[in-house]
Structure formats: C-alpha cells, structure tokens
T-cell receptor, first 113, second 112 residues
Framework: NAGVTQTPKFQVLKTGQSMTLQCAQDMNHNSMYWYRQDPGMGLRLIYYSASEGTTDKGEVPNGYNVSRLNKREFSLRLESAAPSQTSVYFC????????????FGPGTRLTVL | QKEVEQNSGPLSVPEGAIASLNCTYSDRGSQSFFWYRQYSGKSPELIMF????GDKEDGRFTAQLNKASQYVSLLIRDSQPSDSATYLC????????????FGKGTRLHILP
C-alpha cells in the first residue's frame, strides 16, 4: 500500500498563477484533509472532507478551493496564487469516526514569487 | 488558552537517557490523543495513540494520559540520535478524528 500520495513534490509559481495539488489515498479512508505548515505556525487546516461528496472549511480556507473527486482523491486548487501561500502543503486521511488518527502524505513544497 | 500547548524546545537529552515530552489540552471532551514525529523536511508520522487514562507502551515509547489534569506525555526510553525530531501532540474534539487539533510541536535533540 502506498498510503497517501501527493503530487507534485515541489512547485514554483508566479503571483497570480493557478495550480492544483493532487492527493490520493489507498487505505479506504472516509475523511481527507489539506493542511499547510509554516514555521512557527504549526499545522493549519485549510479544508477537509468528512466523507465522499462533502467538503468543509477549516481554519484558513481563503484563497483555496477543494474537490473530493471520489473516495480516494482530494485536490486543492489555488486560483490566483499569492506570496502568502508559500508553504508546505500536506494531505492527510483518516477513517473519520474511529479516533485512530490521521495519516499524512509526503507534502508539497510551494513557493510563490 | 491555546487548545493544545507544547513547549517548543529545543529539548536536549543525552543519548541513552529518557526523553519526556509534555502536552496540555483545553477541551475536556477530547477522547483520543496522538503523538506524531516529524523529521526535518518530512511529513508527520503517527507513532502513538492513547484513549484511556494511564500508560500505553510500544517498544521504547510510552504515552501517558491524565484526563483529570488534561495532560498527555510521551516518554522515549534509551534515546537514540535518530529520535531527534519535532514531536507533535494532537487531540480530537470529541471522538472523531476528522476534528483533530495539533500542537505546534516540541523539538527534541538527542546528544550523542
């Protein structure tokens, strides 16, 4: 099992460009999440999907959109990138209702110039 | 009051000693508690979870939970240089793990 996979691993954008971060999990998990991690700020939840067909805002949703394409895949889109969105982005998944924790992908390091 | 608080460190521990990492949380309804290890430049890795008051041991790791004091700890016995990492405490709001609050982490440095 690959667990949680993310693409791309690295990306450099110019201000105003758009891009989509892809995430997939093969653990048959119900819930999926997008976080960003910045120095001194810890992990901050951007959006999550408690189950297929549902999405909800997290702590820092502005400037982002998400799509839960199916049970396996959850994408994060930046429509018009800003330097403040320079960060490391992690996708995670969990069973959702068992309290057994979330499992993280390897991350995408994004730089917006 | 922050929802999950950890000392940011760095915590320096000699190789072979016991490393003790602490975490406090504010939500008395939290039911599940987790410790993640994050190496520099890598993603968080779940290493321990605990639901009930008391101790839970897994190899060199022991998680301790005291719900009355709203306190979670992680002990690492026989610390190794490979244990040098940032350790994140996380707690659920209620029982569901789609509502997890993460602490900002404690940096642990094992001195060879």
């Amino acid at each position: 099992n690959a667990g949680v996979t993310q693409t791309p691993k690295f990306q450099v954008l110019k201000t105003g460009q758009s891009m989509t971060l892809q995430c997939a999990q093969d653990m048959n998990h119900n819930s999926m999440y997008w976080y960003r991690q910045d120095p001194g700020m810890g992990l901050r939840l951007i959006y999550y999907s408690a189950s297929e067909g549902t999405t909800d805002k997290g702590e820092v949703p502005n400037g982002y959109n998400v799509s839960r394409l199916n049970k396996r895949e959850f994408s994060l889109r930046l429509e018009s990138a800003a330097p403040s969105q320079t960060s490391v982005y992690f996708c995670a998944s969990s069973e959702g209702n068992r309290g057994r924790g979330q499992f993280f992908g390897p991350g995408t390091r994004l730089t917006v110039l | 009051q922050k929802e999950v608080e950890q000392n940011s460190g760095p915590l320096s521990v000699p190789e072979g000693a016991i490393a003790s990492l602490n975490c406090t949380y504010s939500d008395r309804g939290s039911q599940s508690f987790f410790w993640y290890r994050q190496y520099s430049g890598k993603s968080p890795e779940l290493i321990m979870f605990i639901y009930s008051n008391g101790d839970k041991e897994d190899g060199r790791f022991t998680a301790q939970l005291n719900k009355a004091s709203q306190y979670v700890s992680l002990l690492i016995r026989d610390s190794q240089p490979s244990d040098s990492a940032t350790y994140l405490c996380a707690v659920t709001r209620g029982a569901r793990d789609d509502k997890i609050i993460f602490g900002k982490g404690t940096r642990l440095h094992i001195l060879p």
